[in-house]
């Protein structure tokens, strides 16, 4: 079943020298250089204007930067900084950062099996590893690229029921629809890759990255994206592999493409 991320309850904090905290503010109109927004409690509410500019920061609900053009009429946003104006209702804010926690569109990487087909529309239904992410509807577009077996390419016609895929592109939480940039279809089924042993790093260790792993007498390049599960060997989860070294023995879930193997979880065995 697909998880909705709920949204904070109404609250504000002002302290003696004008700064604030406001969380759960409904957007209710929204300008070039302004956004106004209320706090509500039944019938009872304050009214915000918020003067945002070139030093304002837009996030959205999960940490990625958003942007003025994704704030619409009844979002429900987050803000913090200075009241500039505090005489009457609308209070005007200087804001140092806006996040809306209606903006859930993220860039993933959804690796799932394929279970329903609308060639018309130009949409399929992907049931996604993650539990929390139930069916995902993915849409296709004229610029999607489809690939196979490695490099080929191939299209939209040969994608078929059960195929198993990664869809790349950007998902937009509240409707659960992945809009897709790229779909990979493997030849290949997911299985657990064991008795790894690291060979080499990328240059950053923070996803999204690569890593050399030798599996037998076979090197594979890892990808970890920013949704690769990265755990230690007594199941701590980790947001990077800054503690990873060479020699290190690695357990890898995913499906290979060649000497590919796109992760869904990593579990370094000596890291506690």
Known sequence: M???????????????????????????????????????WGSAQIVWTLQHDGGTEFVRYNGGRGGIGDIQVGHIISFSGNVVQNTASPFTVDPDVIRSWSLQRVRINQLGRVISIDAGAKRFVVEADQRDRGNVTVAVSDSTTFMKAGSATTTFSTLKVNDLVTVSGVWDQSSNTL????????????????????QSLS???TPPTTMVVRFGNREYTVKVETDTKIYTRSWLELTNLSNFQSGHHIRVYGVADGTTIDAGVIRNMDLR
Do not use: C, W
């Open 179 to 198: 809009n897709a940039e790229q779909v990979k279809i493997y030849v290949e089924e997911r299985r657990t890759f064991e008795n790894g042993r690291l």
């Open 203 to 205: 240059s950053s260790t």
């Open 2 to 40: 697909f998880k909705r991320i709920p949204t904070p309850p109404a609250s504000v904090s002002i302290n003696n020298n004008g700064k604030i905290l406001v969380r759960g503010a409904e957007v209710t109109s929204v300008a070039s250089s302004t956004v106004t927004a209320a706090s509500k």
